[in-house]
């Protein structure tokens, strides 16, 4: 059985800056790649930011010169260092890995529970 377990929400005022950390445990074979998501209320989850285990990133236009995304392969986590926070970056963040569990050959995506963050103009 695979988790991830988030954690690092909370509430700042615009201009801020808080970091999410995300760690996956259980029975992993290897993670594809690790990536942040959000959702507002009353809209959709949208993608924040990913990283694949080549490092290789990609950001939403929204996270672009504000957010950065880094994971730490040995450890099997995933940050997400936001600053500059927006009143619009309010939104419960998800945690997502798309990760290769030791009983099967095959990757399936994992979500974490979510954290909130809330950001007060």
């Known amino acids: 059985q695979v988790q991830l377990m988030e954690s690092g929400g909370g509430k700042v005022q615009a201009g801020g800056s808080l970091r999410l950390s995300c760690a996956a445990s259980?029975?992993?074979?290897?993670?594809?790649?690790m990536g942040w998501y959000r959702q507002a209320p009353g809209k959709q989850r949208e993608l924040v930011a990913t990283?694949?285990?080549?490092?290789?990133?990609n950001y939403a236009d929204s996270a672009l010169g504000r957010f950065t995304i880094s994971r730490d392969g040995a450890k099997n986590t995933v940050s997400l260092q936001m600053n500059s926070l927006k009143p619009e970056d309010t939104a419960v963040y998800y945690c997502?890995?798309?990760?290769?569990?030791?009983?099967?050959?095959?990757?399936?995506?994992?979500w974490g529970q979510g954290t909130q963050v809330t950001v007060s103009s």
């Open positions: 997502k890995a798309d990760i290769v569990p030791r009983s099967s050959w095959h990757p399936a995506d994992y």
């Open positions: 990283i694949t285990g080549g490092e290789r990133t």
């Open positions: 259980g029975s992993i074979s290897s993670i594809v790649a």
